[in-house]
């Protein structure tokens, strides 16, 4: 059985590799080579500044503050938005009291919720993020609308326009936007997980939170662990990106109080004519992205539980 | 095969084999690929077209069978101006193929590729938020040197050059350092202090031609309940709108030129502690409109049109813009800053105006003298007021506006341009140096303080650094006024 087997896998992955190499990893070495150049991006002349950029990234303020921003995103997005996802998805599928026959349920109205938290999916983040300018806005903007409609007219926040709010703004919509996604993937390993064990913790009168704790969160541990990698990517990455160039002041203001290292090559590439100085920064931003792929798989890593 | 969960001594489990790849995929999203996406292609083919014979009614010498390409920002102007100019490029040149016509918005996304392969097209209307670095196009060779056009004869009067036929300072703006003339700013824009006389009227006011006026005028209103002032919070680059000819006309011009040449402690100047205390007061005394540092430049228009507040720094693009919010009896007028006392350098009347709405010839174009030839059409009379007409705003073209019905917003464009005669400022740092003028002025400078969490003397402080960092920079090319 075992004979041929490399040269089989070998024959099947050839093309996707190839493909691979040369659309993913090809470009990976080309923007590694212009991260030594001062390309402008505007002109097909470029000369080797050896490691200019580097050390003109490591001295650029902006540069570290993007990079402790999209730190903080990595570390307190999936947070939230995986709590909040599994407690969520455990009360859509196994908090509800005891019903009819079923032994365990979800809590009532469950298929609605399940469509309310995902529907926000079927939007594009560009169109999230514009419909959240609004919301934020200072003077009719829903939320200072509503603080007005129950009697807190003091409380006025200019959100998106003060530098101790606006990160934390953007944070929230990438939780909105996000958590339905999670919502629905762990619902479907809750599924997987068999009724029995469910029942038996019943039986045994556990509570709800030692339910979740005991049997759901440890059967889950796989994919929570690819959640979670999954998430640290958007933060780092396209979401955290648009949500802050489309919403924020500046963008990536009030006073770089948003500002996030996807952003800032795009800046430096786009606006600033310096490609070969926003690819270094790109390199930055694949350590940073690689470290914590690494950690994530690192520290997840546990016995893993059979059923 | 290897059973999906026992496989210890297996060889490649499917599992991992999996999670890796996925995880190694989903690595590469977010990173840089889409950089390189517009790596440096080949050099394409540098066949430029062969030069006609020049003549009386084709001075630049354009091949009369080549095709042209011209690419056109599709933004608040829209593009049928320019399809109009085409027609008459077509009906000049019948032998040669229908103009291409290119409208976008992605300006530098679908032309830097280009440009990097050497293969750009002829004609470009380079603006919107997509546009191209023109101080690195002309650093790296990129641009054709336009002084043969401005040097041919306009197409109204054969006896007047191109050159003669531009309003003032349009010429010299699309110079950067010594005679090439690379850029041709088709547009003209009135920079400034905008109102509604409407509401102006419902005050029993005249528009302030001084400060203490101007804050008088703001606490009239601040008692019915109206703000004196709002602007683009999120984009607070807004601001120096009305900020930089105030700065010219307390200190002079030399303030703002020593400002542009990034000379030291040229934001230490009295002028600009003047004018920065007297924006900062309008803050101190509550006359920004609430919620401003939050609002984009539509919101904040729109809380303008609504009569929530009675002034905003804009240019001229600002009418058409705001025209969806309007109301009919708005009466949108545009001023000169007021003065802040009688000590003042250049007299009320002194305004930012200049040229707006860039096109360039690639310095590669296959049919440069084409791209040309379109422009020289479309800085003729007819053109021009085919513009003012569709778009509401001026052309670089001095005149053309007889016989037009200017709404009240042209009009006092119009009219500010008469007062200012010879005081127009023309501050340089937001075509020269785009970072430092957005990001670090505008938003981390001039923001801050207009949000009330800067004071003017920390604000001089902090932009000051920012200009110093820009002057020693060597990564950008430092440009100076002549």
């Known amino acids: 059985m075992q004979h041929g087997k490399y040269r089989f896998i070998v024959g099947f992955l050839a093309a996707p590799l190839a493909l691979y190499a040369v659309f993913v990893i090809w470009p990976f070495v080309q923007s590694i080579y212009y991260s030594f150049t001062d390309w402008t991006g505007l002109s097909p002349e470029f000369k080797m500044v050896g490691f200019d950029n580097y050390s003109r990234m490591l001295k650029d303020d902006i540069f570290w503050k993007s990079l402790q921003h999209s730190v903080l995103l990595v570390l307190l997005l999936p947070l939230v938005t995986l709590g909040l996802a599994l407690f969520f998805a455990f009360m859509l599928n196994v908090g509800g009291r005891r019903r009819k026959n079923a032994a365990v349920s979800g809590v009532r109205g469950s298929a609605f919720y399940k469509i309310a938290y995902f529907f926000p999916q079927v939007l594009s983040i560009v169109i999230v993020s514009l419909l959240f300018q609004f919301a934020f806005n200072p003077s009719d903007g829903m939320l200072n609308s509503t603080f007005k409609a129950i009697g807190l007219e003091s409380i006025q926040p200019d959100w998106l326009g003060d530098p101790k709010l606006a990160l934390y703004c953007v944070m929230a919509v990438l939780v909105w936007s996000t958590v339905g996604f999670f919502v629905v993937l762990f619902s479907a390993g809750m599924a997987s997980i068999p009724r029995d064990f469910y029942e038996a913790a019943l039986l045994d009168g556990a509570s709800r939170f030692t339910t979740f704790f005991r049997i759901t969160l440890p059967l889950l541990w796989d994919t929570v662990q690819s959640g979670w990698v999954y998430m640290g990517i958007l933060a780092l990455g396209v979401e955290a990106f648009t949500s802050v160039q489309v919403m924020t002041v500046g963008p990536g203001g009030p006073d770089y109080s948003t500002t996030v290292l996807p952003l800032y090559v795009y800046q430096t590439a786009f606006r600033d004519g310096q490609a070969g100085y926003a690819t270094t920064i790109g390199v930055g931003l694949l350590i940073v992205t690689m470290a914590f792929a690494a950690i994530v798989m690192r520290l997840g890593r546990r016995e893993r539980l059979e059923f | ?482």
Not at chain 2, 31 to 42: R, V
Not at chain 2, 56 to 82: C, H, M, R, S, W
Not at chain 2, 105 to 112: D, P, V
């Open chain 2, 1 to 482: 095969m290897a059973s999906t969960s026992a496989h210890k001594n297996e060889g490649l489990g499917r599992r991992d084999l999996i999670k890796r790849s996925a995880a190694l995929g989903l690595i590469t999203v977010p990173t840089m690929s889409f950089l390189s996406a517009c790596a440096s292609g080949d050099s394409g083919s540098d066949e430029k077209v062969k030069k006609g014979t020049a003549s009386k009614t084709n001075p630049l010498g354009v091949n009369e069978t080549a095709p042209l390409e011209f690419v056109i920002f599709d933004g608040g102007f829209g593009q049928q101006y320019a399809i109009d100019a085409e027609k008459k490029y077509n009906a000049a040149f019948p032998k040669a193929p229908k103009v291409k016509h290119v409208p976008t918005q992605k300006i530098q996304s679908q032309l830097q590729p280009r440009f990097n392969g050497g293969t750009p097209p002829d004609l470009i209307d380079n603006s919107g938020a997509e546009q191209m670095d023109m101080g690195v196009l002309v650093g790296k060779n990129q641009l054709l040197d336009l002084t043969p056009l401005m040097n041919a004869p306009s197409i109204d009067d054969p006896s007047k050059k191109v050159r003669d036929t531009l309003r003032p300072g349009v010429l010299e703006m699309g110079q950067f350092d010594g005679d090439p003339v690379w850029i041709m700013y088709y547009a003209y824009t009135v920079y400034g202090v905008w109102y509604s006389q409407t509401a102006l009227d419902n005050l029993d006011a005249q528009y302030p031609e001084t400060w203490d006026q101007m804050l008088a005028l703001c606490e009239k209103a601040k008692k019915k309940g109206i703000a004196g002032w709002t602007y683009p919070g999120k984009y607070p680059y807004y601001l120096p709108f009305s900020l930089y000819p105030f700065i010219g006309k307390i200190g002079g011009r030399e303030v703002l030129d020593k400002i542009d040449n990034l000379e030291p402690n040229a934001w230490k100047d009295p002028a600009v502690k003047a004018a920065l205390e007297a924006y900062y007061e309008l803050y101190r005394k509550g006359y920004v409109l609430k919620g401003t540092p939050g609002m984009t430049h539509i919101q904040s228009q729109t809380e303008w049109t609504k009569g929530k507040a009675l002034f905003i720094p804009n240019g001229s693009w600002v009418e058409n813009e705001a025209a969806p919010t309007t109301p009919k009896d708005f009466k949108m007028m545009v001023a000169a800053p007021s003065s802040l006392d009688a000590s003042d350098k250049l007299p009320f009347g002194t305004i930012w105006a200049s040229g707006g709405e860039p096109f360039v010839v690639p310095a590669k174009a296959k049919n440069p003298e084409g791209g040309m030839e379109q422009l020289r059409i479309m800085l003729s009379e007819e053109s021009s007021k085919n513009f003012t007409k569709q778009v509401k705003s001026l052309s670089a073209y001095n005149g053309g506006t007889d016989g037009l019905t200017l709404s009240t917003a042209m009009q006092a464009g119009v009219d500010a341009l008469k007062k200012a005669g010879d005081n127009v400022v023309n501050p340089r740092l937001q075509d020269w140096y785009v970072k430092l003028q957005k990001e670090q002025i505008g938003v981390s400078g001039l923001g801050e303080m207009m949000a009330g969490r800067a004071t003017p003397a920390e604000t001089i402080k902090k932009i000051q650094a920012y200009a110093d960092a820009a002057a020693k920079d060597q990564s950008i090319k430092h440009y100076k006024h002549q």
